[in-house]
């Protein structure tokens, strides 16, 4: 009889291999495309994915109808048999959501009968990762889901989830079909709605941020709600400020304020200490496990101390990086920096928290690149506790992401609009 997984961290452990092993199986050999030299066989590979512009020799051998017919499986039929594969197996063996199931729904549930959803410092809740860590917005949100059964809002919110990232692309004005297919196939996004945490919502907020940024209520109510959530999305703030969208900024700031202060009162000013203490042993406990700078200078031997001066030395850079871009009116830039601001300066960072890179990729390559490839990287990396070489990959992968990105072609600076003048009158003769 096969035993009962302890927690979500071994749920996601084996569904992390089990991914690993349908895709190796699924993902024909290079071999099989293999047409004589190795840049020949590369060509073969970019024009049946698309991706024939951006190589220097075209493929011979195949007519255009078989290029068009594998895109349509590639990034249609494989990505929806894989999601159906995927949910099927989660269901089978009871870890769809496992964020959701074994942390945000019961406390959620603790909410509605007068209780603290957070779970004392030494509780051995944080030594498994089922402890709740959101802030007390994101406490009464989950109160609401748990008036749902449990099973069924397992379901709903992890469906919330793929749907959210689909719908960024959306909104960010993505008409490659392609592109929707392949993110469906990111590990991260796996990662997202599998575990059925709050990431790929803030994917969906990010891009809608966007969207919206010259709406200054409207932007700063949704960097309100995100932070407020998730603290570690903060430095979207510092987008607005590097900007110079100082009413969106402010908006956000009133909001956060106010949103904070009344789930505060409702919940209990008092949680305010608890939530601090448990922020801190989760820390303690996780950032071993995480994809950090600080978990990559702990692996190579350097001290704590070390590890994170190191982190927040990059992270800080990051940031006036961000600030400079802003001042040169590149918007884009910005953006990007300014999520990597929120991935180095975090202390964890789990798989799906990648995704976050799917806006910044969105705005600047709407149509397929080969760019877009670089996140299938992480295939080679587990949901969590990662070895040091699946620690280089993750982020040097992401960190390739931000390069190309930076290195796009500069964007128009961000002007207002010049003001017509009347034509002169013309003086009678």
Known sequence: MARAPRGPREVRGRESIKTAAFVSAFVPKASRWSVGARGTARATLFHRLGLSKHVSAHPPGRPEPYALAFQQVFFGVVPVLFTAYLVAIAASRHSLGVDFHYAFWPAGQRVLHGLTPY???????????????????????????????????????????????????????????????????????????????????????????????????????????????????????????????????????????????????????????????????????????????????MQLGTGRTAAYAVGLTVAASAAVACVAAGRRHHDRSALLLGIAVSLLATPIVWRHYFALLIVPLAIARPRLSPVWL???????????????????????????????????????????????????LSSAT
Request: with cysteine; glycine share 8%; aromatic share 8%.
């Open 374 to 424: 670089l996140p299938l990287a992480l295939y080679a990396c587990p949901v969590t506790s990662p070895v040091t070489w699946q620690l280089l990959t993750a982020l040097g992968s992401s960190a390739a992401v931000v390069a190309v990105l930076l290195r796009c072609p500069a964007e128009p600076p961000r002007r207002p609009a010049p003001t017509r003048n009347p034509p002169p």
């Open 119 to 297: 779970v004392s410092p030494t509780s051995p809740q944080v030594d498994v990762g089922t402890a709740f860590l959101y802030p007390a917005v994101g406490a009464l949100l989950f109160g609401v889901l748990a008036l749902i059964p449990h099973g069924l809002a397992d379901a709903i919110f992890a469906a919330a989830n793929l749907a959210a990232v689909l719908a960024a692309l959306r909104v960010l004005g993505v008409r490659d079909w392609r592109l929707y297919g392949l993110v469906a196939l990111m590990p991260a996004v796996i990662s997202g709605w599998q575990t059925a945490n709050v990431t790929l919502l803030l994917v969906l907020g990010t891009a809608a941020a966007w969207r919206h940024k010259d709406n200054p209520v409207v932007a700063g109510a949704l960097i309100a709600v995100m932070v407020s959530v998730k603290l570690f999305v903060w430095p979207l703030g510092l987008w607005l400020l590097a900007t110079r969208r100082y009413a969106a900024f402010a908006w956000a700031i009133g909001l956060g304020l106010l949103i904070n202060a009344l789930a505060w009162s409702t919940l209990g000013l008092g949680q305010l200490h608890r939530y601090g203490q448990l922020i801190k042993a989760v820390d303690r406990a996780e950032e071993r496990t995480a994809y950090t700078l600080i978990r990559l200078g």
